[in-house]
């Protein structure tokens, strides 16, 4: 008996070195299973070019929380965006990144984005694939070029594997750079708020009086723009904030070129809302509460403001003390705790 015990711990032993040598280690790589969720829309992101992998998901985790894509190594993708706050820079109104210098915008959430058409809040791209050369290159960002992040990769024995890994031709070179990144934000859904429970009726799914009031409301007077179980209709609209002279931000017509487009930003996914402050793509707002005040009292009129919120004159969107007071319920309904608490997504 304990012979057999002492062969069998042997043969493990000397299975378990072959499973850790490298030639094993660069053959197992397989499909990971991307699912949309039952209340959601179909995914826009093309699944069948990259097909997200397990070594390929791992890779672009560890290069989206890799201070050498910086010119400083220091500054990572997940310096701006923490997990904790699902994925934006908590309390700091413009993200500031490479020598402390400060951007313009506020750091948008990362979630969901394969289900996004656009990008940024004036949809810089439209491929995600491409969106990493943004910040990259930004120089109050990363302040790097791509070529030279992938000659540092190059010169990494444990990158080298991975891309050797995760791609068939194997190679360290922007495609498969890009595709690496995509596979690991590809894979960020949020899907699992008390909201999500109660739309498919699972455990935990049970609103209070509040809350339920609140979702009338916002249905009523938001979902024409923060639309669908993504919160957002992907367009990009004026919703009347002040324009703020000292950043002169044009939003959309920087990327479009036409003057229509004035000071309209993408309307952006009310998802993990409450964790998300502050508000705006010029983070103005401290707090919900602000926003909601905002909606009722500030709203600006200007050539491109949206007409659902000029009603005959009437500017903004009414709203009581007590709809303002369920519609913070709701919005608290959005929180998805296993999102910011999936350690697939955490850094190491
Ligand atoms: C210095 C802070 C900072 C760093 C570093 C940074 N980001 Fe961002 N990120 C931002 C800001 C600010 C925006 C909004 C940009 C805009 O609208 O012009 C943004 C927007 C995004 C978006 C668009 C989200 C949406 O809903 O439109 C994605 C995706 C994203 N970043 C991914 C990344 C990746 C991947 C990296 C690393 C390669 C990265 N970011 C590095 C601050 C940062
Ligand atoms: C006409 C379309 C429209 C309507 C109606 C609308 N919103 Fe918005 N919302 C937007 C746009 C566009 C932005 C981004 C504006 C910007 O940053 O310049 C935004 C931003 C927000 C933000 C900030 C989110 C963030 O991540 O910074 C919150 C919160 C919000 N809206 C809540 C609401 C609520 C609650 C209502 C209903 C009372 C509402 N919105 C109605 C278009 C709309």
Not at 148 to 167: G, H, P, R
Not at 221 to 230: G, I
């Amino acid at each position: 008996m304990q012979k057999t015990n002492i062969l069998a711990i042997l043969i493990t032993l000397v299975l378990w070195s072959c499973n850790s040598s490298d030639d094993e280690y660069t053959a197992i790589n397989e499909p990971l299973e991307f699912s949309v969720p039952s209340n959601f829309p179909e995914a826009i992101y093309d699944l069948e070019s990259n097909p997200p992998t397990t070594i390929g998901f791992e890779l672009g985790k560890k290069l989206f929380y890799d201070g050498r894509l910086s010119s400083n190594g220091f500054i990572s993708c997940g310096f701006c965006h923490e997990q904790k706050t699902a994925f934006t820079h908590h309390g700091h109104q413009f993200s500031h990144g490479i020598d402390d210098l400060e951007g313009v915008r506020n750091t948008p959430a990362i979630q969901n984005t394969a289900f996004m058409k656009e990008f940024a809040w004036d949809g810089a791209t439209n491929h995600l694939d491409l969106f990493p050369i943004i910040p990259i290159t930004n120089e109050v960002e990363m302040g790097e070029t791509v070529s030279n992040v992938l000659s540092k990769l190059k010169s990494d024995e444990e990158y080298q594997k991975l891309f050797a890994s995760a791609f068939e031709d194997g190679e360290v070179n922007n495609e498969n750079f890009f595709k690496a990144l995509a596979q690991f934000m590809v894979m960020m859904v949020s899907a699992d708020s008390k909201y999500d429970k109660y739309m498919r009726q699972e455990d935990g799914g049970t609103f209070t009086d509040e809350e339920k009031e609140g979702f009338a409301v916002f249905t009523n007077k938001c979902a024409s723009c923060h639309t669908s179980d993504l919160f957002t209709d992907d367009a990009f609209r004026n919703n009347g904030l002040a324009p703020n002279p000292s950043l002169n931000d044009i939003g959309r017509e920087e990327v479009s070129g036409d003057a229509a487009d004035r000071h309209k930003f993408k309307v952006p996914s009310l998802r993990n809302v409450e964790l998300t402050a502050p508000y705006m793509h010029d983070g103005r707002f401290g707090s919900l509460e602000a926003v909601l005040d905002f909606y009722s009292n500030s709203v600006t009129d200007s050539p491109t403001l949206d007409p659902i919120l000029n009603q005959d004159g009437e500017l903004g969107i009414a709203l009581t003390e007590n709809e303002k007071t369920t519609l913070l319920a709701f919005l608290g309904t959005l929180t998805d705790e296993t999102y910011i608490n999936d350690e697939r997504f955490a850094e190491y």
